[in-house]
């Protein structure tokens, strides 16, 4: 039976405050989560949110495993409370999967939920796409969240945020393999508009001779595909719509193959 589970920090104390722990909170939570059967999360302000499809008792592990390493790898200097969960009728699963993605604060990217992922925008929790598939629409998750335009993503300045943020991470910093992986779909998204090795070595604060190296190496188009959709909702936050023409996100969806009608599968 599909099970909810509400949990908090104790004195009502905020998760997470920056993009950056953001990233690293969905990351943990999309990590442990996955062997639960994690549908959906959201982590607004003091609370973290989770829908799963696994068992009980997996479901209550995951959970504990959850909250533990949030605990250190945030460095949240206080303890969860006690969670509370809640098992659901599958008649139920719908509303509260729509209950727990539109939970926002200061959160304009959704980063601290998994709602990027179910909509292409993320890499690493694309696996909550097959396990919302039966429940969700992309029309339901772009009205849900609130997003009413977005621009074609052709501002090169913006590529190392797009990418970090298309894999999760706080900044293109190291040699990690989520790294590289960002660095390489951003040189090639990037390449894709026009931009020569050259401006993305500098933009990436790496050598000429990488960029080209990691153009030439195979991306999986998912991850391209979540580049250009980070760089597009960027670019349409610092949009003028009296300068800028702009394009309807579903649009743009449509355009990249997926039909805000259809299922949330790729």
Known sequence: MPVLVTTRLVKDRVLATSAAQRRLLARTVLNVGQKAGLIAFAAPSDRLVMLFGGDRTQVSRTCRDTTTALRRRLKLPLPFSRAWFDTLDEHELRSTAR???????????????NLPDLLGARFIGRYTIANANHLLLRRDLLSWWGLRRIEDGTDFSLLPEASAAAMGLGELVGRTADVVDARRAAIQVGRSLGATHGRMARLLHISERQSKRLGQQQVDPALLKAVELQLGLRQDALADATERPLVGLEDYLRRSGADSESPLAL
Not at 99 to 113: I, K, N
């Open 99 to 113: 209950a727990v993605l539109t939970q926002w604060d200061t959160d304009p990217y959704r980063e601290a939920s």
